[in-house]
């Protein structure tokens, strides 16, 4: 029986990408790499559906469109290479959350009762890691995830997701400038270059 793709994007395109289409399966880590400004994020942006798009995007073969926008942001999720915080302390930003799930990423309970301002990127970074993985998405839209994180603190963050997406049979897509990221994480990997997107050898 031929398997069903987690996700699917058929000819989607933005102002600066071309039409692409391709899928991600279940269990499976496709990276994505390019030249600064070549769409990378205009791409998971359009996948998650927060920025116009031409083509269909589809998740077990349910179009974006038929789908609500909270529920479909919800179902695929993205982590942005900045971070949004609304409240005033980072704890108000989740309903819960444990020491031991801190702790994964190298983190401190007393980072809860500090106010946005006060973490840094690599704090929020991770802390937006875990809100995101709360939501429980079928499918992670990651850009650049562990960016400006130390090697320890990066291999953290890697070893998290990977585990997520093993035990949740997620799908992923993963913007990485690191080659040996890629090859460390990636089921397949693809460029994207002058608006073009094609798979590539790791």
């Known amino acids: 029986m031929e398997k069903i793709a987690k996700l699917t994007l058929k000819e989607l395109s933005t102002l600066h ?29 359009s996948i998650c559906d927060l920025i116009e798009h031409q083509g269909d995007v589809m ?16 179902d695929v999720g993205m982590l942005a290479a900045e971070s949004y915080w609304w409240h005033e302390r980072m704890g108000d930003h989740f309903d819960s959350i444990s020491n031991a799930e801190l702790s994964q990423l190298g983190l401190s309970p ?12 690599g704090e ?9 993985l709360q939501n429980q998405p079928q499918v992670l839209l990651l850009d650049e995830p562990t960016s400006g ?25 993963w913007v990485s400038h690191d080659p040996e990221q890629c090859r460390r994480v990636a089921t397949r990997h693809f460029q994207i270059e002058n608006g073009l997107i094609q798979e590539a050898a790791l």
Do not use: M
Request: charge should be positive.
């Open 59 to 74: 998740l077990n073969n349910i179009s974006v469109r038929t789908i609500a926008a909270h529920q479909w942001r919800k």
């Open 149 to 173: 994180l130390d090697q320890g603190s990066a291999r953290q963050v890697e070893a998290l997701i990977l585990d997520y997406i093993k035990d949740n049979q997620a799908a992923a897509i």
């Open 110 to 121: 007393k980072l809860l009762k500090q106010h946005t301002s006060e973490c840094s990127t």
């Open 124 to 132: 929020r970074q991770r802390l937006a890691l875990l809100r995101l």
């Open 17 to 45: 990408l071309r039409p692409t289409s391709f899928s991600v399966e279940r269990a499976e880590i496709v990276t994505l790499n390019g030249p600064s400004g070549a769409g990378k994020s205009l791409l998971l942006r």
